[in-house]
């Protein structure tokens, strides 16, 4: 299979109640930990798939140099562009940190979805079916 599976971090891969700092993360959650591992050994590409790495707009492999990136900044930020980029790089490297704890390896940590993605595993996302816009799975929070 080319193309890659997207793994949510926060409350999917790491246990999540709230936000501590860029660099916290949660303990792991064991069963998908180890389904991450599963897909890794049968030759997939996973990836983490965070909001936490969110002004940077492309994929951070593990061997990418974050070095003289350039952040996009929100328009009701309330942080400046500098201190948006510098959180996302604390947090894609507190994460492929954790990655290579938990599972054996760094991931690419990216917030930015393309062609090549088949799945997302995620805790807040709600499946929908193809082109016909009916929901697979319920909405966690009761939206219809």
């Known amino acids: 299979m080319k193309g890659w599976i997207a793994v949510d971090f926060d409350g ?3 246990i999540y109640d709230k936000w501590v ?3 916290h993360c949660g303990e792991p959650i064991a069963p998908m930990v180890e389904r991450v591992k599963r897909w890794l050994a049968k ?3 996973v990836r983490v798939f965070t909001a936490r790495c969110w002004p940077l707009v492309k994929p ?4 990418f140099d974050l070095s003289g990136l350039v952040a996009i900044a929100r328009s009701n930020a309330p942080l400046s562009v500098a201190e948006e980029f510098a959180r996302a790089a604390t947090a894609i490297t507190s994460i492929r940190a954790w990655c290579k704890e938990h599972i054996g390896q760094e ?4 917030c930015v979805k ?3 993605m088949h799945e997302l595993w995620d805790d807040r996302a709600v499946a929908v079916e193809a ?3 009916r929901a697979l799975t319920p909405s966690r929070r ?3």
């Open 43 to 45: 030759g997939h590409e």
């Open 114 to 116: 393309d062609y090549g």
């Open 12 to 14: 999917t891969l790491a």
């Open 142 to 144: 009761g939206l219809d």
């Open 131 to 133: 082109n016909t816009g």
């Open 107 to 110: 991931l690419t940590v990216t």
């Open 60 to 63: 951070i492999t593990p061997d």
């Open 21 to 23: 700092s860029a660099e």
